[in-house]
């Protein structure tokens, strides 16, 4: 809280506030006019000066590819590919061309499409790396360019066979109105990106488009359309992902087409980047048939120098002082000394010296607050010792009222421990280890106490019966229907056998609805559950699954297969129907989970764990041993977790039979 002299002073401060607010906002308005103009100029002189930049060693590259494409050579051995003494010569003569090339790299792709790539790493190979197919996506570059009527195309893509992403040339090999193939080169993108777009200025963002909008190179990889040559880029892939507005994105549409009708000057426009109005300068490069793109924020950029502006503001700030220095000294003499001696003396009886003098009675204002201050210290006096005595009669009955809860608190702890003892000793993990040993491993984590998810297992001979259950809510509440799930899971393989899970499901649906079906329970309380079943048949190498809402997920290390249970879960209002999926056991690991798993918050931006990501994790982690897939699973989810707080019950049942 202000005092009075802070109160002085903040009432200086607004009144001059009040005078030096339209002076300084026609001083700004001046600073943002000569801040645009100048800030249009640096725009446009750093675009050309990155486009020059990027120009010529790109298009030196494109050149030397283009000469290889249209070597005598080179057409010679395309026009006949079974002329062995045409491709030596045509491989002699390509690596002269690989020596000048920046990345010592060159490649070409036969009318067959037969791929060669030969770089530095290796020697010298005449030997195709791969064959191209129509029907791979990885290879629509090499056909949108035999089909294409141009003579070339720049594109960034990522080749999965030979493990690089780069910024790829591609070159058309003709002889007449025929193609022959494609010869070309590339550019490493992490180099180019370094080479080309890095820039220390701030408030610069420097990005290459192709004349689609489709970005080619961008600060941040995750917006370059890779392989947009043959492949058309998404929303956000595009220049026209960053802008905020329909009208904005026709606008830089305009724009590009005046940049591309007079390439000799620069473009520019304002839009919305990043949720701020930022300056946006084109500049084209017919040759490449891209467009250097800068995107400036004038604000962030040092455009003028603010040495001036700092001056000015010091020049304030010590007119400003000065007048509250003098004002303020005048406040203290006038009023604040009068008030801190009446002051002193209210804290005196504060503290309960009653008897303290008040100071001398004058005709004046604070002379009235010192007779009415005096009056109230008399009452507060007699009010102060019966309230007194009140309260100590109010403790002695709080005293009380808090052992009683400390009592009853710690009972109910003592209940929920007893309950987890309890919820524990059901789950079949001796069981387990002695049946199954080092094929399994279980991860049970409960979000309270006691929790709502809980696993079965049944020996059949050699064989067995697997199981995951995830009854609705978790704490007490989920534990007490885990009590009722398990009842009526037992009830049913009793009835069906261990052999059928889906039989077993819908036995257990029907029991649960017995159950259920006299008691009258609040709408709002589930009693629904999700479970999966697995009957491992080790004799026929076969899984029989079957689930409610739930999935099996297999993994041989290079992919991961989902079988996906029926749609509605145990217990719900429509009845569900629940078949069995039949699956081989050999080279595969197989994990059952409840969705507390793929629910669990964390990350950058705190989404869920996702399928997606859970099913890379297993197809990273299939081959090793079950144990180390334990520790595995159990580290990824506490890193992506970080410090949010557990969000369900979790629980991940895996095997493995050879």
Known sequence: MLGLRGKSLVALL??????????????????ETVRNHFGLAYARNHTLLHREQIFAPVSRELALASRLANSVV????????????????FFEEAEGYRADLRDHSYFVADSQGHYYYNDSKAPVSTTPRYTTAPDKASDNWYYATMRSPDAYNINVELSAQLKITNVWFNVAVQDGGRRLGVVGTGLNLSKFLNDFLATNESGVTPIIIDRNGAIQAHPDTRRIAYGSVSEKATEQQTAFGLLGSDAERASLRTAMAAAEAKPANPVDLWA???????????????????????????????????????QALIAFVLLLAALLIVFGYAVERLVLKPLRRLQQSAQ?????????????????????????????AAKVQTHTAELEERVRERTKELQAANSSMAAAHKQIDDSIDYASLIQRAILPDRQMVQSLGAHHFVMWHPRDVVGGDFYVFLPDGDNCLLGVVDCAGHGVAGALMTMLARAAIDHAIKEVGARDPAAILARTDAAMRAMLRDTEMPRSLATNMDAGLVYVDRATGLAHFAGAKMSLYASDGVTTQEFPGGRRALGERRLGEYTNIV?????????MITDGVLDQAGGEHGYGFGSRRFAELLQSIAGESLQDQAAAVEQALVNYRGDLPQRDDITILSFRFE
Request: net charge negative; hydrophobic share 50%.
């Open 14 to 31: 607004l009144s001059c506030a009040l005078a030096l607010i339209p002076a300084a906002f026609i001083a700004w308005q001046g600073v």
């Open 74 to 89: 080179t057409r010679r051995w395309l026009s006949n590919l079974d002329d062995a003494a045409a491709r030596d010569l």
């Open 272 to 310: 919305t980047v990043d949720g701020k109005r930022q300056l946006l300068v084109l500049a084209y490069i017919p040759d490449l048939r891209w467009h250097v793109l800068s995107i400036v924020d004038l604000r962030a950029a040092q455009v003028i120098d603010p040495g001036w502006a700092t």
């Open 348 to 376: 005196a009886i504060s503290a309960g010296r009653y008897d303290t003098a008040l100071p001398d009675e004058t005709d004046d204002e604070i002379g009235e607050l010192s007779r009415a201050f005096g009056a109230m």
């Open 583 to 591: 699956t081989e056991l050999s080279g595969r690991t197989f994990y």
